[in-house]
């Protein structure tokens, strides 16, 4: 009898020590998650700053010259800062310095879609299908 106490007392030692250790591992797993959503938070911001700076950089460049690609890049900026609409009257002010800029066009499509106005998208996509099979750019 004496024996089965000792090994009862050896197990629940052991099981408690496991359990100690998983407590431990778990404790420092969830330090390191809480730092890796923390570094991926950080990683958002400067990306975020970093397209906020280029838009500043864009904007103080070109002021409001006539850059058809000076306004697709705004745009693109905007887009990825989930100004849709901004997005939108960018590629709509380099289609109007560049009626045949077909990037512009195809840009604005996706924008439009993005934004749920697929009559917009579409028109715009038959419009670059029709220029580009037919050489012709002229819209009337």
Not at 28 to 33: D, F, S, T
Not at 61 to 84: Q, S
Not at 109 to 138: C, F, H, I, M, Q
């Amino acid at each position: 009898m004496r024996l089965s106490v000792i090994f009862g007392t050896m197990t629940t030692i052991a099981l408690l020590f496991t359990s100690s250790i998983a407590s431990n591992n778990n404790a420092n797993a969830a330090p390191n998650q809480t730092a890796r959503i923390r570094n991926s938070d950080r990683l958002a911001q400067n990306s975020q700053q970093q397209a906020d700076n280029l838009l500043t950089a864009g904007n103080q460049k070109f002021g409001t010259r006539n850059y058809a690609e000076a306004y697709l890049n705004r745009g693109l900026a905007l887009a990825n800062l989930d100004d849709n609409r901004g997005a939108i009257a960018d590629y709509n002010l380099a289609i109007n310095v560049n009626p045949n800029y077909y990037l512009a066009y195809n840009n604005r499509a996706w924008t439009k879609s993005v934004l749920g106005d697929p009559k917009g998208a579409v028109a715009d996509y038959d419009y670059l299908r029709y220029a580009t099979r037919t050489g012709n750019r002229d819209r009337s």
